[in-house]
């Protein structure tokens, strides 16, 4: 079975949520679902690749503009994302034409400064995007970069890239518009480490777990693609024993406060167990989505809908 892409994780997720789920004012961010679906290396070459990437709420850019795109690096303001070796050195900046939609803003096109031979390879190492509006520092985001031999005998000798992160550290839990009559569903990413090209079908499982007895509330099990790039894999949950046509609904969970978890079996092997937590009917944000105590630059922006939704990061055990 091939998993759809949630294009809702894609292009709108940022921090904005709604009155009873603990309000916070909208604060600058690049959603993590953009960031997560749309930045990667080259399989060859890992060389930085960046496709269109959503923010909330930036500031009104400091030189105006007359098009569409109130930050453009000819015309208006300066939107730029650097992007850092773990030492700090600077090895590249992309400057952004972005439009905004609403509260939110849709970076659709850049131009990389010192153009595009500018851009070099990146070695196996750990790496920093920073994202500035008018030189002023408002996110990151950290990942790394990985190198593996490639073994493809029909392919040239050489190595192959994988970019790692948050890909293999978190999962994301949603349901639409909020409504607790609605269905839970995951989403995850995915990948085969190869350093060969591949493309294969292999079964997984998913399980929601309440932890205080071990009881699984709701289950699932077919196929997803593993390739040797990070592929999003969105997860429908059934109810345990019931009726397999049907969906669990979130109600079924917002029901009971306490602790959950959701159990991930990829291929035989446990890919992930991702812990939650009910509270007064609602589920809660976790780790970096909240921004008590978190440094405003690592805050997980989600903002679906221009901030009327939300789904939570779920952090792999």
């Given at each position: 079975?091939?998993?759809?892409?949630?294009?809702?994780l894609v292009?709108?997720?940022c921090?904005?949520?709604?009155?009873?789920?603990?309000?916070?004012?909208?604060?600058?961010g690049?959603?993590?679902?953009?960031?997560?679906?749309?930045?990667?290396?080259?399989?060859?070459?890992g060389?930085?690749?960046?496709?269109?990437?959503?923010?909330a709420?930036?500031?009104?850019?400091?030189?105006?503009?007359?098009?569409?795109?109130?930050?453009?690096?000819?015309?208006?303001?300066i939107?730029?994302?650097?992007?850092?070796?773990?030492?700090?050195?600077?090895?590249?900046t992309?400057?952004?034409?972005?439009?905004?939609?609403?509260?939110?803003?849709?970076?659709?096109?850049?131009?990389?400064v010192?153009?595009?031979?500018?851009v070099k390879?990146?070695?196996?190492?750990?790496?920093?995007?920073e994202?500035a509006?008018?030189d002023k520092?408002?996110?990151?985001?950290?990942?790394?970069?990985?190198?593996?031999?490639?073994?493809?005998?029909y392919?040239?000798?050489?190595?192959?890239?994988?970019?790692d992160g948050?890909?293999?550290?978190?999962?994301?839990?949603?349901?639409?518009?909020?409504?607790?009559?609605?269905?839970l569903q995951?989403?995850?990413?995915?990948?085969?480490?190869?350093?060969?090209?591949?493309?294969?079908?292999?079964?997984?499982?998913?399980?929601?777990v309440?932890?205080?007895?071990?009881?699984?509330?709701?289950?699932?099990a077919?196929?997803?693609?593993?390739?040797?790039?990070w592929?999003t894999?969105?997860?429908?949950l059934?109810?345990?024993?019931?009726?397999?046509?049907?969906?669990?609904?979130?109600?079924?969970?917002?029901?009971?406060?306490?602790?959950?978890?959701?159990?991930?079996?990829?291929?035989?092997?446990?890919?992930?167990?991702?812990?939650?937590?009910?509270?007064?009917?609602?589920?809660?944000?976790?780790?970096?989505?909240?921004?008590?105590g978190?440094?405003?630059?690592?805050?997980i922006?989600?903002?679906?809908?221009?901030?009327?939704?939300?789904?939570?990061?779920?952090?792999?055990?």
């Amino acid at each position: 079975m091939k998993i759809p892409i949630r294009s809702v994780l894609v292009v709108a997720l940022c921090v904005a949520l709604m009155p009873d789920a603990g309000a916070q004012s909208c604060a600058p961010g690049i959603t993590f679902g953009s960031l997560l679906g749309n930045v990667r290396v080259g399989y060859g070459d890992g060389r930085l690749q960046v496709d269109k990437l959503y923010a909330a709420c930036l500031p009104e850019p400091a030189r105006q503009n007359k098009s569409n795109f109130l930050y453009d690096p000819d015309n208006g303001g300066i939107l730029a994302m650097r992007v850092k070796s773990a030492d700090g050195q600077l090895l590249g900046t992309y400057v952004w034409y972005a439009e905004r939609i609403g509260s939110t803003w849709e970076l659709a096109r850049y131009k990389v400064v010192g153009g595009p031979e500018s851009v070099k390879p990146l070695g196996p190492g750990d790496y920093l995007l920073e994202f500035a509006a008018d030189d002023k520092l408002f996110a990151r985001f950290a990942f790394s970069v990985v190198a593996v031999k490639s073994d493809d005998p029909y392919q040239a000798a050489g190595t192959r890239f994988f970019i790692d992160g948050p890909w293999s550290q978190y999962g994301n839990l949603y349901y639409q518009r909020n409504d607790p009559q609605s269905s839970l569903q995951f989403t995850t990413w995915v990948q085969e480490r190869s350093g060969r090209e591949s493309k294969r079908s292999v079964p997984y499982e998913i399980k929601l777990v309440r932890s205080r007895n071990g009881q699984v509330l709701a289950e699932e099990a077919a196929t997803l693609r593993l390739e040797p790039r990070w592929l999003t894999a969105n997860l429908n949950l059934r109810p345990a024993g019931g009726d397999r046509t049907s969906f669990f609904k979130a109600s079924e969970v917002l029901g009971e406060d306490g602790a959950y978890l959701i159990r991930l079996v990829v291929d035989g092997k446990v890919h992930g167990e991702y812990p939650f937590t009910v509270k007064g009917g609602q589920i809660q944000l976790q780790g970096r989505q909240v921004r008590q105590g978190t440094d405003p630059l690592d805050v997980i922006t989600d903002h679906i809908a221009g901030g009327r939704y939300t789904s939570w990061w779920l952090r792999r055990n």
